[in-house]
């Protein structure tokens, strides 16, 4: 007979850190560790099918592996009657089924799941420590300023946990930033190593998800699943980037191209985000890899890294509960079309935004300039409601969880937060991609027309992009050139952009 339960303890998807204290101190057999499968979390957007897989591996992974350290676990898939109630009310269930009085969960990373579990059953009975701050510390940075500068918190964050500092506590190398180092473009003939092998077979989560009728996108292999859902994988994910990517990495993090899906990126970001990862454990990882080896792993490489996670992760967290819940509301430029059908499909004769759309659906991945410059470029130039680029992103990445994707996707490359995490939008006409990477050469619209019904369409989109918002972008301080070009152009030619801008919006489905 089991023993008498005193409390119920919530472990939710995205948060599998086998140190947290919760799991590491000695098994309390009064204590009962609930793990579920959850349609409210299948349903909430329609994620893609890798998404759903990968978090409900990892979930049932860590339910094994806390039974076998002793822990008392209920374990429930989607085959347990109770899967479609609310959390609150599957927590009641459970409470009730095992005669426990108290409910306890973690600090959660989601706005609505921690509303939904702090209205049931008041604050978190602890927090997490998953992360390098607690979910105030950027405020509490930027108290009293206008502007969120992510580079002085990244200094800050450097100091802070004495990253990549010389013994007198400076900037290694003398610079905080190599950001003009992470810019190079693959030849076109470069293949990169192939991503780290870590394939298992996920038949029983798909045919199960399937079973129950959830609605996904996307491809998948299940025999041959390739995002890490167990601690070990994470771990020998992060020792191959080390050894083979990132002596690349910083260079060619900015390359866009169609050879290949990952290139010289970590594809990290799903460990990391269920938590199987610390990033300080990342961080550490990277830094030593450069103090060991530097002529193999050069500071612009690591540091190139090191600022994305101790910089733009934490950064992005701490705008999200800075600006919950008012910030998943703003459209500061009043964008109201729909998203363009082709994001859903891949069916579009732009070259640079085809492969983006398809290695999603394929992967459940596209790296961080495929996000911002073509896809989060090409909804922003068209004028999507924010809502529907958030639907998007939050459901097609294995990694979109909202607190990161809110920011990065509204915020960064949306401008909908009117300059909160960008300083201006993030857009630009096709000379861009043209310089970035390798997609031109084998589109059908060609990239240095500006008009004509053969003319890249981000070409025109661009220019009128600007000319609507003008009130709005012109006096901000790093807008650069644009107005000055635009207002020295031949005014026929600014009208024909114009008109050609228009047919583009009237196309937006079938460019
Ligand atoms: P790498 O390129 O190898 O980078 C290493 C790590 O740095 C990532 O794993 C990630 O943890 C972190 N990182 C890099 N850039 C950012 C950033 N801007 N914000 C936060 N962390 C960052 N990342 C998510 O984890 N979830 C999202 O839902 C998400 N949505 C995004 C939406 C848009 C529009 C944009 C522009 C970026 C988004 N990102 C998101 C950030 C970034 O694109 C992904 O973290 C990255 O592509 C994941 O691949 P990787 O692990 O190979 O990353
Ligand atoms: Fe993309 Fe334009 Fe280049 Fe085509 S021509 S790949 S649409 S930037």
Request: aromatic content about 12%; some cysteine; hydrophobic content about 35%.
């Amino acid at each position: 007979m089991n023993p008498a339960t005193s409390r119920i303890r919530l472990v939710l998807a995205d948060q599998l850190n086998p140190r947290h204290p919760w799991f590491t101190d000695t098994p309390q057999p009064d204590t009962v560790y609930f793990l579920a499968e959850m349609r409210q979390e299948t349903d909430y957007v329609r994620h893609h099918l890798q998404k759903v897989v990968a978090f409900f591996a990892a979930l049932e992974h860590f339910a094994h592996w806390l039974r076998n350290n002793g822990h008392r676990v209920e374990y429930r898939t989607l085959d347990h009657p109770d899967s479609a109630l609310s959390l609150p009310d599957m927590l009641q269930s459970v409470a009730q089924t095992f005669g426990a009085e108290h409910i306890e969960y973690l600090e959660p990373d989601e706005y609505r799941v921690d509303q939904q579990l702090r209205s049931a059953f008041g604050p978190p009975s602890d927090t997490t420590c998953h992360f390098f701050y607690d979910r105030g510390a950027l405020e509490r940075h930027f108290a009293g300023k206008k502007q969120y500068l992510m580079e002085s918190f990244y200094r800050k964050a450097r100091v802070d946990h004495g990253v990549l500092l010389d013994p007198a506590g400076k900037p290694l190398g003398g610079k905080w930033n190599y950001d003009a180092d992470n810019r190079k473009r693959l030849p076109a003939e470069h293949r990169p190593p192939p991503p780290c092998s870590t394939l298992t077979d996920a038949t029983p989560w798909v045919e199960r998800i399937r079973r129950h009728g959830v609605t996904t996108v996307g491809e998948i292999d299940a025999q041959h699943f390739a995002w890490p859902t167990t601690p070990e994988a994470a771990q020998s994910t992060l020792d191959y980037f080390v050894e083979h990517l990132l002596p690349h990495f910083g260079s060619y993090q900015d390359h866009l191209g169609p050879q290949d899906a990952f290139y010289y990126h970590s594809r990290l970001s799903f460990s990391l985000n269920c938590k199987h990862l610390h990033p300080s454990d990342v961080v550490r990882a990277v830094e030593a890899a450069h103090r060991t080896q530097p002529d193999r792993i050069g500071l612009a490489q690591a540091e190139g890294f090191i600022r994305q996670i101790l910089g733009w992760r934490e950064y992005v967290r701490g705008i999200y509960w800075a600006r919950m819940p008012e910030y998943k509301t703003l459209n500061a430029l009043n964008h109201t079309a729909p998203l363009p059908a082709w994001f859903w499909t891949g069916e579009t004769r732009m070259a640079c935004a085809r492969h983006a759309v398809q290695q999603t659906l394929q992967h459940a991945y596209a790296h961080h300039i495929q996000r911002l410059m073509v896809l989060g470029n090409l909804a922003l130039l068209l004028g999507t409601h924010p809502d529907e680029v958030d639907t998007w992103y939050l459901g097609v990445f294995v990694d979109a969880l909202e607190w990161v994707e809110l920011p990065n996707a509204r915020g960064m490359s949306q401008f909908a937060d009117g300059g909160i995490v960008g300083t201006k939008p993030y857009v630009s006409s096709g000379q861009y991609l043209k310089k970035q990477g390798h997609y031109c050469g084998t589109c059908w619209y060609s990239v240095d027309q500006k008009t004509g019904p053969k003319a890249c369409p981000l070409n025109a989109l661009y220019w009128d992009f600007h000319a609507r918002h003008r009130a709005k972008l012109e006096p901000l301080p790093r807008i650069g050139y644009a107005y000055p070009t635009w207002d020295k152009m031949d005014p026929n030619h600014r009208l024909a952009l114009l008109e050609q801008a228009a047919v583009w919006h009237a196309q937006r489905d079938t460019l």
